[in-house]
Each structure stands twice: as C-alpha cells, then as structure tokens.
C-alpha cells in the first residue's frame, strides 16, 4: 500500500473552470463579507458546547445539529480523534472560554477504518522519517467513540467531564446514533 494517492479521486470539476480551487474559496468569501453584519458576539459559545467530530467532508455539524454561528466550538481532525492537542482545544474551550458539555461525533464509512497502523511505517519506508502521532485507526467505530469519550473523561485538564456524549452519524441517512459509555 502506498500512503498517498491511495484514496479515489472523484468528479474533478472543483479544478475545473477559470482560477484554483482556493481561488473559488476567495470569491464565495467576498459575496459572503457583502451580505455579513456583525453578529456582535464575543468568542464564548452561546450554547457553552464544544464538538469534536471527524473532518469527513460529508458531515456538516451545523446543518446537521441544528447550530447556529456562534453556538459552539468544533473541533476536527482525521477520526474526530481525542489526541493530545484536541485535549488543549478542549482545556482551552472549557477554561478560557466558558464550555461545559463536549459531544464526540464519528461517523460511517470512516476513511480510518480503511487504513491501519502499518501506515506509518509506509510513511517511514517511503520518507526516512516515523512520524511521532498515532495513526488512531480503527475497525468498530462503537468502540472508537467509547475510548474517546473515556480520553475526555479522564482528562486532568479539563474542568468538566460529567457531561460527555458520544455519537456515530450515518453519512447515508444523516441520523446520529448514540453510543453508550459502558
Ligand atoms: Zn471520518
């Protein structure tokens, strides 16, 4: 297996076209900036949530949880991952800026369940160097929320992990499924 290029590519019409893809991103920003008023908010969320989902690009947390801007922190990575700097998001979120809940959202048809440990020693072979991160696989995404859920729980870091909620989405319905702790 080969650690890049390994993933399918699909319709390429986002190259397509006049300019990059970020040059895309910059004008959907100006017609953005043209329509925004302040919100008038300051940088707590409203709703004092953080959510730590997978960067899936099928999972849009906001349309999919009914929030609003403003309302919470999100915080994303491969997996939706409880690693280390998710811990000093979260410290942060909850010291600095006033959270009190977390909700961990992984999701089906995950792209670490396709993927194993041996990434990173292909990583190592093709470039000389073994990355210092785990690549957090997994293969039962119940299981994957459980462990997450105990990482936040056990954090010394953070000032409240009574309320810690952990869900997969199902990219094929949209429906959440909680995952019980236990
Ligand atoms: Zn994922």
């Known amino acids: 297996m080969t650690t890049s290029a390994s993933v399918p590519t699909g319709p390429d019409n986002a190259t ?3 300019g990059t893809v970020t040059d895309r991103l910059v004008d959907a920003n100006e017609r953005y900036a043209a329509a ?5 908010m300051d940088a707590r969320p409203v ?13 849009d947390l906001h349309a999919a949880l009914g929030l609003e801007l403003g309302d919470c922190h999100t915080i994303r990575n491969a997996g939706g991952v409880v690693t280390d700097d998710v ?10 800026l006033g959270t009190r ?25 093709e470039v000389g160097q073994r ?4 690549v957090e696989a997994f293969r039962d995404v119940d299981q994957d929320v459980r462990q997450s859920m105990q ?18 989405f ?13």
């Open 16 to 18: 397509n076209g006049p």
């Open 36 to 40: 925004f008023t302040d919100p008038g």
């Open 47 to 59: 709703l004092h949530v953080a959510v730590v989902a997978c960067m899936d690009a099928r999972l």
């Open 87 to 96: 811990i000093r998001s979260l410290t942060i979120s909850q010291r600095a």
């Open 101 to 125: 809940s977390v909700v961990l959202i992984h999701h089906t048809g995950c792209g670490l369940e396709s993927i194993t440990e041996e990434f990173r020693h292909d990583l190592e072979m």
């Open 131 to 134: 990355p210092n991160w785990a």
């Open 151 to 168: 990482r936040v729980r056990t954090s010394p870091f953070l000032l409240h992990t009574d309320n810690v909620r952990g869900f997969v």
């Open 170 to 182: 199902d990219v094929k319905t949209g429906l959440l499924r909680e995952i019980d702790p236990a």
